[in-house]
């Protein structure tokens, strides 16, 4: 699951990188949680929840469904 996780991320992350961010995948765990740490401007950027909820997370719940309960940003 972390290969498809990440291939995914690698879809969205030209968006990020266009405005100065980054994803970083951090872990996958037992209980369906993707947990990735944003770089560069996302890193600090008050719409970073936005980018993590309704970019992310929507993209790898359209992507994989149940397999991803939720995606948590850490730092």
Do not use: W
Not at 20 to 42: A, P
Request: hydrophobic share 35%; net charge negative.
């Amino acid at each position: 699951m972390e290969a498809k996780i990440i291939e995914a991320l690698g879809k969205i992350r030209p968006y990020l990188q266009r405005d100065g961010g980054d994803v970083e995948f951090v872990e996958y765990t037992d209980d369906k949680v993707v947990k990735v740490r944003l770089q560069g401007h996302c890193a600090g950027c008050p719409m970073s929840q936005m980018t993590v909820k309704n970019g992310i997370e929507g993209l790898l719940k359209e992507e994989y469904g149940d397999e991803v309960a939720r995606v948590e940003a850490v730092n």
